[in-house]
């Protein structure tokens, strides 16, 4: 009765407790099947599956685990970010190409590199002899032999587990069993030491990202000193050849605000372009025509209402309603017509010379000429004939043989 109570409150506290975060990397060779494996344990048709290239992400929930798969890509240029994934995993699973004997050896260092890095060793490891249904497939026995399974194993104190498989025969419920008595298998042995297991993944983690911030420390130290050697041979060089090197430097207390409001900056920017085409429109006019003594004075008295505007658009009191969105009114000026504005009359003199009647143009086969036309001849006499415009003859009833009568037209 005890132990009948006791195991169900075993059984509710399993029931009750959180579900445990588990992170898995699965690496292997290239076109050993990783990622129809993993499409497979997710539910998706593992046929026409591309080449992965870096790595893949993918999330499930499995039992009383919310497990994570790290895919990654198996090509011999892309191994050297596995071991930026060992220290955040709590097992591994290695997919092995039991069909391709010839890179069996190629398989045995890259476990032997895998199991013996620090960060997994100890952990459990599952071999997944995939593509079992090709011919010519190793068996277990093989596998393990080729592998060197044991020895690696004993010598990295890994628990490990090997399950002969193909993951192109089913996905989702129809899995092959293999590969699911081989993921609860792994999953079964983290959850015995979750704990500690949790605890060196953590601290693995942490000096993991510690030793990257001492990397990117040490690499922007490196890349200062390669930038101020060269600047020194620069410096060193224009002095030899007596040039003098220009350090522009930013200038805080000169430097204006970058954050203004608006309608300031557009006013300011209409009184520098006034004042930029002021001299300019002078200039054209002077050189137009010469000005009597009352035109200078009609231009100067111009000039001095034009300005105006000015110095009152730069007073304190402008700026602020421009600033406020009232400067959008703005009032329309009446133009002035100064004496450069004169419209002069059109010389003839200056007249562009009347361009000459164009040619004709130019004959083709599909353009006839008019002189290759026959000339046209009357056609024959033109008289009339005796009944032209006179009157229809009346219409006669004459009798037939037989008594009857007919129409007879003369």
Known sequence: MFSLMANCCNWLKRWREPARKVTLVMVGLDNAGKTATVRGIQGDNPQDVAPTVGFSKVDLKQGKFEVTIFDLGGGKRIRGIWKNYYS???GVVFVVDSSDVQRIQETRETMAEVLQHPRIAGKPVLVLANKQDQEGALAEADIIENLSLEKLVNENKCLCQIEPCSAVLGYGKKLDKSIKKGL???????AKDYEAITERVQKDTAEQRAQEEQDKKERAERVRQIREERERKEREEAEREGRQIQEE?????????????????ISENEVKEKERKRPRELQEGRSNSPKADGDQEDEEYEEDNDEEPDDTRQTPENTSLASTGEQSKKKTRKLQLKRKHRVDPLRTDDRPAVSPTP???????????????????????????????????????????NGDTHDVIF
């Open 184 to 190: 609860n298998w792994l999953l079964s042995n983290i």
């Open 88 to 90: 955040e995993s709590h």
């Open 249 to 265: 430097e930013p200038d805080d207390e000169n430097m204006p605000n970058p954050f203004q409001p608006i309608g300031s900056v």
């Open 359 to 401: 040619p004709p143009p130019p004959v083709g086969w599909a353009t006839p000429k008019v002189s290759r036309l026959p000339k046209l001849e009357p056609l024959g006499d033109l008289r009339h004939s005796e009944f032209y415009k006179k009157p229809l003859p009346p219409v006669a009833n004459r009798p037939r043989p």
